[in-house]
């Protein structure tokens, strides 16, 4: 089990256009997270994914920001017209079920705005 | 609102000496607690949990609800024990993770 795999790992844009951040949870896994760490600051919820449902996305920012888990293939965190205050890393996990269970993390995407 | 404060920023040690790195909560329920480690250039991994119990690589941490506090802590530290350490709260019915801003662990020879 090669672990949550984040692609890409380094990913450079610039202002206006959009980022695609792709998370593969563990295999078996149907739960992932999204969270983001900007600068001196520790990893912030941004949103909890099912299969094709979203659970919880109390941390997105309300405009630009979007995700999804669809049924086949990785979970996609979506930026559209990025700004320069978007750069941060980017980290997802993933867990097998609900409740009390470890949530294993991926290496991060770190996003940089041009 | 949930909150975990970590006061250090960065801790350094001899090898062989106590470490003890701090956290401290806010939370009205009964939070879940949690210590994450970050190695350099490695992905960051569950070091443990307080509702375990259990002491992984030689740190122990313990739950003081009086103080709101999960220190983590270690009798003799190891040079492989550099790291970045975060503290996280997971609140009950809820599967997210607060996070504190984490503190730089650098055990010196």
């Known amino acids: 089990n090669a672990g949550v795999m984040q692609n890409p790992r380094h990913l450079v844009r610039r202002r206006g256009q959009e980022a695609r951040l792709r998370c593969s949870p563990m295999k078996g896994h149907s739960h992932v997270y999204w969270y983001r760490q900007l600068p001196e600051e520790g990893l912030k919820f941004m949103v909890y994914l099912q299969k094709e449902n979203i659970i919880d996305e109390s941390g997105m920012p309300k405009e630009r920001f979007s995700a999804e888990f669809p049924k086949e293939g990785p979970s996609i965190l979506r930026i559209q017209q990025v700004v320069r205050g978007d750069s941060a890393a980017y980290f997802c996990?993933?867990?097998?079920?609900?409740?009390?269970?470890?949530?294993?993390f991926g290496q991060g995407t770190r996003l940089t705005v041009v | 609102a949930q909150r975990v404060t970590q006061p250090e920023k960065l801790l350094s040690v001899f090898k062989g000496a106590p470490v003890e790195l701090k956290c401290n909560y806010s939370y009205s329920g009964s939070p879940e607690l949690f210590w994450y480690v970050q190695y350099s250039r490695q992905r960051l991994q569950l070091l443990l949990r307080?509702?375990s119990r259990e002491s992984i690589k030689g740190f122990t941490a313990d739950l003081n609800k009086g103080e709101t506090s999960f220190h983590l802590k270690k009798p003799f530290a190891q040079e492989e024990d550099s790291a970045m350490y975060y503290c996280a709260l997971m609140q009950g019915g809820s599967e997210k993770l607060v996070f504190g801003k984490g503190t730089k662990l650098t055990v010196n020879p």
């Open positions: 996990a993933s867990s097998p079920f609900l409740t009390n269970t470890e949530a294993f």
């Open positions: 307080h509702i």
